[in-house]
């Protein structure tokens, strides 16, 4: 042997010693009595006290753990078990527990019997601290996704479920039959029929639309769909994404309760397209519906109808019963007309008592009569308003579809038209459209047009009546009556253009003028040397209705210099009908500006006399149509008698008109009536020739 060194017990155990100083991991040797024999370099380093400190003191004095199973790993170990290996906690001579791997293993000697143990433990605190660190966030994130209302679930590349929230698990489990079938663990591509609610093709679209999300064809996907439980209707919003970044491939699913959202649509649907009093379509769905049904007509060459109804006389039931029994009726009158078509057949609400019905395939022009007049009949049964039975009926226009009308707008113009015409008829009736309601109505247009420039052309003019005193035959007044040369159709009459100019309120300015020139004419004939007469003018309502009379009529009689006492102002019956109280004051202050009033047509209203009674009238005109029948109906001239009677009673002045023929005048002057007004004497006749007349006397 040479001098090699040899290795001797000693040399070892100093080696081995040195070696345990130097390993990263704390080697603590215990014996029997679990006394520490050995603590390593790495131990002092963990635990915070050195080997002199624990050499020779009970483990348990520097091993304090929490944990009592330790204890028990270690007496297993001195017992001569096998190696333990676990993860436990431990406390340290510092601050903060540790975490280590400990694993023991028996120390035996050289029979075999355990004289000790020698455990290792390796540091992993800070792994423990990143794991717990990474549970607590997991934890804290499922605590956000559970408490989210969204129905959440995330599925892997197969379509299988590995994820749901709470919401999507209760909302399993409260609405279908099969829950788990929406859980973890199923595919979710052959179970999303089961929430998708009703449509078969809902589910297979959203399964469509999950199958492309996840090849990528689709960034995201969402559908809006239904699910009808037995007590009410949900909506909801599904979509799907994909799981962002790497990773294996993720899909979010995710269902938004979007049923409040819906009913505030429905909502707001309902109100802009149904009348809120009958409920019926109005008229932006009307004119929507009607445009489909125009378009599919003519796709598959069929006809189609519109009635267009206006009730009869609705403004006399409103005004005399009131605004609640008018909805009402008209609340009737829908339930009515939906029950006379069929449910393909649209009934609409225009506005005010106007509706419409459109029927979309009418084979046969009977089959529209045999609606309108279903629709007749079943709006002539009476309806009970408060207590009240009401009879009402309706008039029809119908236009067909495409025989008079391409279009919606042209259709509704010519129903309209028709109904014209049905009212114009009598009422309770129906009409359909002709062509020559067309060309009427283009003529009216035209009239209409005209008689907006008929004042500045100079085509109006004044024709003149005398008014003759029956006693003395003496001419004591003169009634003007208006009339248009038109450029086209010659000398029109009022009976041509009068309610045009009412309903177009032409007749405001137009009157003025016919107050003007009266005025100024009457002046002038005075100014030169004629025996000053009474001139009287016709006022239409729509005149006494307009704020300015009282101050037009003024300024009129200072601009003409006319005395007041030479105008009569003719109004008609119907005045005394309406609010009285407002009459009263409007005639007093008319007979204050020092005129005279007449009531024109007396008679064929029916004026209360108590009414009648209140107004400073001058003048009662009766009506020629009681002339007329003089001799043929004992009525009118009972009539005539009373009205000259009542009119004397009440101290005013009577004159008649239409007076035509010497039987006539000799029955009035009989009775004692004033005046008589008639072709007797004189037709009306232009300025010239009545001046003429004039200058006779
Ligand atoms: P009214 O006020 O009752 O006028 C009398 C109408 O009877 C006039 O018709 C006159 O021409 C006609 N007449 C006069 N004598 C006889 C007769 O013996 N036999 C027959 N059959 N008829 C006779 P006209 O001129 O066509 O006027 C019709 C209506 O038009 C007038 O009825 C009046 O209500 C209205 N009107 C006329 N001019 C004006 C006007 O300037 N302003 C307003 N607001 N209305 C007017
Ligand atoms: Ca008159
Ligand atoms: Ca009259």
Redesign the pocket.
């Known amino acids: 042997m040479t001098g090699s060194a040899t290795l001797t017990p000693d040399k070892l155990h100093s080696t081995l010693l040195s070696l345990l100083d130097s390993w990263p991991l704390a080697v603590v040797g215990l014996d029997l009595d679990e006394k520490i024999i050995s603590w390593n370099r790495a131990a002092e380093q963990i635990f915070g006290w050195a080997a002199a400190e624990t050499i020779g003191r009970p483990n348990s004095d520097f091993q304090q753990e929490p944990d009592p199973n330790t204890r028990r790993y270690l007496k297993r170990v001195l017992a001569g078990d096998p190696q333990v290996n676990k993860e436990v906690r431990l406390l340290t001579n510092r601050t903060q527990p540790i975490d280590v791997n400990w694993s023991a293993t028996p120390l035996r000697d050289s029979t075999g019997k355990p004289v000790g143990a020698l455990i290792l433990m390796e540091d992993i605190t800070t792994r423990k601290m990143l794991e717990r660190a990474q549970i607590e966030s997991e934890r804290f994130s499922r605590a956000i996704v559970d408490a989210l209302p969204q129905h959440l679930a995330i599925i892997d590349e197969t379509g299988t479920i590995i994820a749901v929230n709470k919401a999507w698990r209760d909302f399993a489990f409260a609405n279908s039959e099969q829950p788990e079938k929406l859980c973890e663990g199923t595919n979710y591509l052959d179970a999303c029929n089961v929430t998708t609610g009703d449509g078969v093709q809902e589910a297979e679209a959203y399964a469509q639309g999950i199958r492309a999300v996840m090849n990528g064809t689709l960034i995201e996907f969402s559908l809006e769909y239904s699910c009808h439980s037995p007590d009410h209707q949900h909506w909801y919003n599904g979509r799907v994404t994909r799981f962002p970044g790497e990773g294996p491939l993720r899909i979010v699913i995710t269902h938004d309760n979007i049923t409040e959202l819906k009913l505030a649509e429905k909502a707001i649907q309902q109100l802009a397209h149904y009348d809120t009093l009958t409920q019926l379509p109005n008229r932006m769905l009307l004119l929507d519906r009607l445009g489909q049904v125009l378009a599919k007509a003519k796709r598959e060459r069929q006809r189609a109808a519109i009635l267009f109804l206006d009730l009869d006389r609705f403004k006399l039931i409103n005004d005399s019963l009131g605004h609640a029994a008018g909805d009402k009726l008209l609340k009737i009158v829908a339930e009515r007309l939906n029950d006379c078509v069929r449910k393909s057949d649209t009934v609409a609400r225009l506005g005010g008592d106007e509706f419409i019905i459109v029927l979309p395939s009418v084979p046969q022009t009977e089959d529209v009569t045999l609606i309108a007049q279903k629709v007749l009949h079943s709006l002539t049964r009476p309806v009970d308003l408060e207590g009240q039975e009401v009879f009402t009926s309706t008039s029809i226009g119908i236009a067909m579809y495409p025989a008079d009308g391409r279009d919606v707008d042209s259709l509704i113009r010519c129903a309209d038209m028709a109904m014209y015409r049905a009212k114009e008829t009598g009422r309770n009736t129906y009409q359909f459209f002709s062509a020559e309601m067309n060309q009427q109505m283009m003529q009216r247009l035209v009239m209409e047009n005209g008689l907006r420039h008929a004042l500045e052309r100079d085509e109006l003019h004044?024709?003149y009546?005398e008014q003759t005193d029956l006693a003395s035959g003496k001419i004591t007044g003169i009634?003007?009556?208006?009339r248009w040369q038109h450029p086209e159709l010659g000398l029109l009459?009022?009976?041509d253009f009068?309610h045009l100019a009412e309903e177009t309120g032409l007749?405001v300015p137009i009157?003025e003028w016919?107050l003007r020139m009266a005025c100024t004419q009457n002046q002038a004939w005075q100014e030169a040397g004629l025996p000053p007469l009474r001139i009287a003018?016709?006022?239409?309502e729509r005149?006494l209705n307009h704020y300015r009379l009282v101050d037009t009529i003024t300024r009129i009689l200072n601009e003409t210099q006319l005395s007041p006492q030479w105008l009569e102002l003719?109004l008609t019956e119907n005045l005394i009908n309406n609010n009285i109280h407002d009459t009263v004051e409007l005639l007093q202050k008319l007979k204050s500006l020092g005129v005279s009033l007449a009531i024109?047509?007396f008679g064929t209203g029916f004026s209360s006399l108590r009414n009648l009674k209140q107004l400073p009238i001058d003048r009662l005109?009766i009506d020629?149509s009681f002339l007329?029948d003089l001799g043929s109906s004992a009525n009118s001239t009972a009539i005539i008698k009373t009205i000259i009677a009542m009119a004397h009673n009440l101290g005013t002045r009577v004159i008649a008109?239409?007076?035509?023929t010497n039987q006539q005048r000799d029955f009035l002057q009989e009775h004692g009536c004033d005046e008589i007004?008639?072709?007797?004497f004189s037709?009306?006749v232009p300025r010239d020739e009545f001046c003429k007349l004039l200058k006779t006397i």
């Open positions: 004044l024709h009546q009634e003007v009556l208006l009459a009022p009976a009068l007749i009157g016919v003018v016709n006022l239409s005149q003719e024109d047509d005109k020629h007329q008109e239409g007076v035509e007004q008639g072709y007797y037709r009306p």
